[in-house]
């Protein structure tokens, strides 16, 4: 037996270990919250994280030196222009925290390549993905609901100061929306063989929980998750009776969402903090929520404050929030993935990441059996659309395990 042999099985044990890790990571984030409430000051999550990165890592050494050798690329190209500036300027105070951020850019993409590579018997493959998918789903679901009740975190602040919407013990409010959107989607599609009336009722829980997330991404997202998976159905399949009548009474059904959607809003407070800002902003301001705004103020800098070196591979996080400061009077990012990316990472950080989601949301058309085994088409361009209303989707680490996990595992057969 070689060597390579011989360590088969402690790589075979680290695979399951991630496994594990991928499993819990929400729940870790949760007691996070919990201890960042009691004020302790070292986040726990962060550290389960980067542990999880680091064995992934370990993992494609092993198993696939291609994909070892991309991610490694991958994380030079973020680190190593970081490492020349801090030696030409001297300051090296900013290469940790910058570092940090563009990290957080990569668990996707490592996630993926982990994923795509550890291959799973098909006989188990759907069994992990459903179970990964509700537990989780039912984690994020209880915490919305605690959220409401006052427990935890509030989604925001509403015009007058009181907490409005739930998030629960998720620290990172702005990436819940997001992280519901993916599991509520995929646990949606999981649902497919229920009976019309459970599903009905399982559909208006997912806007309910929208609703109580207090947030437009969660509400208009699991709309058009669950508009673009059922499309299909009308078109694939003979129009029976049934269906017929489901056609009839799609715009009823769509009237009384709007009806219970306004409702709701106005129930739990998100009504007056819209009305607060429709007020006093444009429509555009309006429904990116002063996004464009900030756009506005960082191109005001952009051609002042950038060279052709800065134009290339951004300036960095830290630099940028100080520019927002100085320009815009907070330093706060866009949160508007594209020109976060932009103004961070330059053109070539932003072309990095942004084709790399393309590539595997493109990835879903090539290859036939996605569109009938996986909900990632729809749910990958719903989650695009955010990136480019709300953001927190490519510099998300919570999100991003998630995402590799279900875009990247593979099955493979006995042979």
């Known amino acids: 037996m070689n060597k390579s042999a011989r360590l088969d099985p402690l790589f075979e044990i680290l695979k399951?270990?991630?496994?594990?890790?991928?499993?819990?990571?929400?729940?870790?984030?949760?007691?996070?919250?919990?201890?960042?409430?009691?004020?302790v000051g070292i986040s726990i999550s962060q550290l389960f994280k980067m542990g999880m990165l680091a064995g992934m890592l370990l993992f494609l050494l092993w198993k696939n030196l291609n994909y070892f050798l991309i991610a490694m690329g991958m994380i030079l190209f973020f680190l190593l222009p970081l490492l020349v500036k801090s030696m030409l300027t001297g300051d090296t105070s900013t290469v940790v925290g910058n570092f940090g951020y563009n990290l957080k850019l990569l668990f996707f993409p490592i996630s993926f390549l982990f994923f795509s590579s550890v291959g799973i018997l098909d006989s188990k493959k759907d069994t992990i993905i459903s179970a990964f998918a509700w537990i989780n789903f039912s984690l994020i679901a209880i915490n919305i609901f605690l959220g409401v009740l006052g427990i935890g975190y509030s989604q925001y602040d509403g015009p007058e100061g009181q907490g409005i919407g739930g998030r629960g013990f998720f620290f990172a409010g702005n990436e819940v929306a997001g992280i519901f959107v993916l599991f509520a989607g995929v646990c949606w599609h999981l649902s497919k063989s229920w009976n019309g009336?459970?599903?009905?009722?399982?559909?208006?829980?997912?806007?309910?929980?929208?609703?109580?997330?207090?947030?437009?991404?969660?509400?208009?997202g699991i709309?058009?998750?669950?508009?673009?998976l059922e499309l299909p159905k009308f078109f694939n399949k003979r129009l029976s009776f049934g269906r017929f009548l489901g056609l009839i009474f799609l715009p009823v059904f769509g009237f009384l969402i709007t009806v219970g959607v306004y409702w709701g809003i106005q129930a739990t407070g998100l009504i007056d903090r819209i009305a607060f800002f429709y007020q006093r902003m444009d429509l555009l301001t309006f429904i990116l929520s002063g996004r464009n705004e900030m756009v506005s103020s960082a191109l005001s800098f952009y051609g002042v404050a950038y060279g052709f070196w800065e134009y290339l591979i951004g300036v960095g996080n830290l630099e940028f929030l100080e520019l927002m400061r100085q320009y815009h009077g907070e330093a706060h990012t866009i949160e508007i993935d594209?020109?976060?990316?932009?103004?961070?990472?330059?053109?070539?950080?932003?072309?990095?990441?942004?084709?790399?989601?393309?590539?595997?949301?493109?990835?879903?058309?090539?290859?036939?059996?996605?569109?009938?085994?996986?909900?990632?088409?729809?749910?990958?361009?719903?989650?695009?659309?955010i990136s480019l209303m709300a953001g927190h989707i490519f510099n998300s680490a919570m999100l991003g395990i998630s995402l590799g996990f279900f875009n990247g595992l593979k099955a493979y057969k006995v042979q």
């Open 223 to 228: 709309l058009i998750v669950t508009f673009f």
């Open 197 to 220: 009336l459970l599903r009905l009722v399982f559909f208006l829980f997912l806007v309910i929980l929208g609703v109580l997330n207090t947030s437009k991404t969660a509400i208009l």
């Open 338 to 385: 594209f020109f976060d990316l932009l103004f961070m990472n330059g053109w070539m950080g932003m072309g990095l990441i942004m084709s790399f989601y393309l590539f595997v949301f493109l990835r879903g058309f090539v290859e036939p059996s996605h569109l009938k085994t996986t909900p990632m088409i729809p749910i990958n361009f719903t989650l695009l659309l």
């Open 16 to 39: 399951w270990v991630l496994f594990f890790m991928t499993f819990s990571y929400l729940s870790v984030d949760c007691v996070n919250g919990v201890l960042m409430r009691m004020g």
